[in-house]
């Protein structure tokens, strides 16, 4: 069963995801919060797998609360998915380098939250449908902190390769067939490099192929 806590100061939006979630067979909301600290007290109570956290909020926003989960080890296993009002929220990328796993909008079709919930809970990462890779790319390319190459040193070649083509968007099944390895190969490379640089998840490991000159937000098409 998949735990998922609520973090929004709208009371309808809480409760049509937790309408929605609840009536799903694997999905159990097992909390609510109105804000991002009544959210990461009940983060640190509950230990959920997944937080749907509204970026605006009141006393704490999600952003603050993102960083507080995810810089705390003893809740490692928990992923947080940003929502937003607009696909062009200017804390979006911030937010996954604060370690979210990817963020939706809050009109986001019913089936494709779902996904998102099962999708980081397999530790993939997440883009609302409306928001492009080249999107992604320019908010990397603005970061005001941008991490050095060197960050790349201890990975092999083949590692590099296989990380910009999930900067790039690519599955590990598209990474397979890019490479002509088998997919279980293809994710071994990947977990293997996530572990060496200490990302979180894929997400992550996207910010990190931009900020490090990896990938270039030109080359998306």
């Given at each position: 069963?998949i735990?998922?806590?609520?973090?929004?100061?709208?009371?309808?939006?809480r409760?049509?995801?937790?309408a929605?979630l609840?009536?799903q067979p694997?999905i159990?909301?097992?909390?609510?919060?109105?804000?991002?600290?009544e959210?990461?007290?009940k983060v640190?109570?509950?230990?959920p797998?997944v937080v749907l956290?509204?970026?605006?909020?009141?006393?704490?926003d999600g952003?603050?609360?993102?960083?507080?989960?995810?810089?705390?080890?003893d809740l490692?296993?928990?992923r947080?998915?940003?929502?937003t009002?607009?696909?062009?929220?200017?804390?979006?990328?911030?937010?996954?380098?604060?370690?979210a796993?990817g963020?939706?909008?809050?009109?986001?079709e019913p089936?494709?939250?779902?996904r998102?919930v099962r999708?980081?809970?397999?530790g993939?990462a997440?883009?609302?449908p409306?928001?492009t890779?080249?999107l992604?790319?320019?908010?990397?390319?603005?970061s005001?902190?941008?991490?050095?190459?060197?960050?790349?040193d201890?990975l092999?070649?083949r590692?590099?390769?296989?990380?910009?083509l999930?900067g790039?968007?690519?599955?590990n099944?598209?990474i397979?067939?890019?490479?002509?390895v088998s997919?279980?190969?293809?994710?071994?490379?990947?977990?293997?490099?996530?572990?060496?640089?200490?990302?979180?998840d894929?997400?992550q490991l996207?910010?990190?192929?931009?900020?490090?000159?990896?990938?270039?937000?030109g080359?998306l098409?």
């Amino acid at each position: 069963m998949i735990e998922v806590l609520l973090a929004d100061d709208q009371v309808l939006v809480r409760a049509g995801f937790r309408a929605l979630l609840d009536a799903q067979p694997d999905i159990e909301v097992t909390g609510e919060a109105a804000d991002g600290g009544e959210a990461l007290r009940k983060v640190r109570e509950l230990r959920p797998d997944v937080v749907l956290m509204d970026i605006r909020m009141p006393t704490l926003d999600g952003l603050a609360a993102t960083r507080a989960i995810t810089g705390d080890a003893d809740l490692e296993g928990v992923r947080v998915v940003m929502l937003t009002t607009f696909e062009l929220d200017e804390y979006v990328f911030e937010a996954i380098r604060s370690g979210a796993s990817g963020f939706l909008v809050k009109d986001t079709e019913p089936d494709e939250l779902l996904r998102a919930v099962r999708a980081v809970v397999r530790g993939d990462a997440l883009l609302s449908p409306g928001v492009t890779r080249r999107l992604i790319g320019e908010f990397a390319a603005r970061s005001r902190t941008p991490a050095h190459a060197g960050v790349l040193d201890g990975l092999t070649d083949r590692e590099r390769e296989v990380m910009a083509l999930v900067g790039l968007g690519l599955s590990n099944d598209e990474i397979a067939r890019r490479l002509v390895v088998s997919p279980l190969t293809a994710k071994t490379h990947v977990s293997r490099t996530m572990v060496k640089l200490g990302a979180r998840d894929r997400a992550q490991l996207v910010v990190m192929a931009y900020e490090s000159g990896l990938v270039r937000p030109g080359w998306l098409g």
